[in-house]
């Protein structure tokens, strides 16, 4: 029922950063769970990291690497990833949909999605 589109991916080497951004999501904030996903060749989607409210939950092997946060007017959900490895390329997509009282790494609950922005990461 959203728009959203992701920005901000690229390649790196090993060790760098990057800052994914996902606008279109201000309209869609209420009851609502946000999130990241990606999906490497070969691989199944897999959920990276997603807020509810203040609440977060990561992927284990991201954490303490990656941080979902959103803008002061909430319109723009952000995932700033640091110290990246070759391990996270993958496609990655910003999602959002109406969930229960946690915020969820599950692609269920999520009906909109956005195009993918390409993250390479190279050894």
């Known amino acids: 029922q959203v728009r959203l589109v992701e920005s901000g991916g690229g390649s790196v080497q090993a060790g760098g950063s990057l800052r994914l951004s996902c606008a279109g999501v201000?309209?869609?904030?209420?009851?609502?769970?946000f999130g990241w996903f990606r999906q490497a060749l070969g691989k199944e989607r897999e959920g990276v990291a997603s807020?509810?409210?203040?609440?977060?939950r990561y992927l284990d092997s991201v954490k303490g690497r990656f941080t979902i946060s959103r803008d002061s007017a909430e319109s723009t959900l952000f995932l700033q990833m640091n110290s990246l490895k070759p391990e996270d390329t993958a496609m990655y997509y910003c999602?959002?949909?109406?969930?229960?009282?946690?915020?969820?790494?599950?692609?269920?609950?999520?009906?909109?999605w956005g195009q993918g922005t390409q993250v390479t990461v190279s050894s």
């Open positions: 201000g309209s869609t904030y209420d009851n609502f769970c």
């Open positions: 999602a959002a949909g109406p969930c229960g009282s946690y915020p969820t790494l599950r692609s269920y609950p999520y009906t909109s």
């Open positions: 807020i509810r409210s203040s609440s977060t």
